[in-house]
């Protein structure tokens, strides 16, 4: 009898150890990785800022700039293959195609004006849209690091002739 009750004491761990490895293991959800070679059919396009006015597409190959009182104006501006792949691994050291988290828990304060981003970004046949905005004082982890893709997008922009060429911005939002 004590030889069946010491091998009960043994198997009972083992069982209850490979239990907790199936519900645990089950339960983990694996973020889904984008691969290190830029796809083929790689593009996006974000508008941002106050309005959401200015916007930068490369479905398109255009970029609108925001004159404020003075409307918007679009030209056409492709990115090279370094810029695009520069960009690529901007998005995929932060893994857009994981579930951000964009919406900020905090919900007491609202301030006006607060700029916005929309973004769409397709790759390996797969579209993903985002949005944030700073109407609420304050951004997630996620969101602050799509403003910093966005910011390094549009210093791209920035330094383009034909961006540089484009009239100021007139006026202001209140």
Same mark, same amino acid.
């Given at each position: 009898?004590?030889?069946?009750?010491?091998?009960?004491?043994?198997?009972?761990?083992?069982?209850?150890?490979?239990?907790?490895?199936?519900?645990?293991?089950?339960?983990?959800?694996?973020?889904?990785?984008?691969?290190?070679?830029? %796809?083929?059919?790689?593009?996006? #396009?974000?508008?941002?800022?106050?309005?959401?006015?200015?916007?930068?597409?490369?479905?398109?190959?255009?970029?609108?700039?925001?004159?404020? #009182?003075?409307?918007?104006?679009?030209?056409?501006?492709?990115?090279?293959?370094?810029?695009?792949? #520069?960009?690529?691994?901007?998005?995929?050291?932060?893994?857009?195609?994981?579930?951000?988290?964009?919406?900020?828990?905090?919900?007491?304060?609202?301030?006006?004006?607060?700029?916005?981003?929309?973004?769409?970004?397709?790759?390996?046949?797969?579209?993903?849209?985002?949005?944030? #905005?700073?109407?609420?004082?304050?951004?997630?982890?996620?969101?602050?690091?799509?403003?910093?893709?966005?910011?390094?997008?549009?210093?791209?922009?920035?330094?383009?002739?034909?961006?540089?060429?484009? %009239?100021?911005?007139?006026?202001?939002?209140?």
């Amino acid at each position: 009898m004590p030889d069946r009750r010491q091998a009960r004491l043994f198997i009972f761990p083992i069982m209850v150890s490979i239990l907790l490895l199936l519900v645990v293991g089950c339960g983990t959800k694996e973020e889904p990785a984008m691969p290190e070679t830029m %796809p083929a059919d790689f593009e996006f #396009s974000v508008r941002y800022g106050i309005t959401s006015k200015n916007a930068i597409n490369t479905f398109e190959d255009k970029v609108t700039k925001d004159l404020v #009182s003075d409307g918007t104006i679009t030209v056409d501006l492709a990115f090279s293959e370094t810029e695009m792949r #520069s960009i690529y691994d901007r998005m995929r050291e932060l893994n857009v195609l994981r579930d951000l988290k964009l919406e900020s828990r905090i919900k007491n304060c609202f301030q006006t004006p607060f700029t916005e981003d929309y973004w769409k970004i397709q790759m390996n046949g797969e579209t993903r849209i985002f949005h944030w #905005s700073e109407e609420n004082c304050s951004l997630t982890k996620d969101a602050a690091k799509l403003k910093e893709l966005r910011e390094f997008v549009h210093m791209i922009v920035s330094a383009q002739k034909v961006y540089t060429d484009l %009239p100021k911005a007139k006026g202001g939002y209140h």
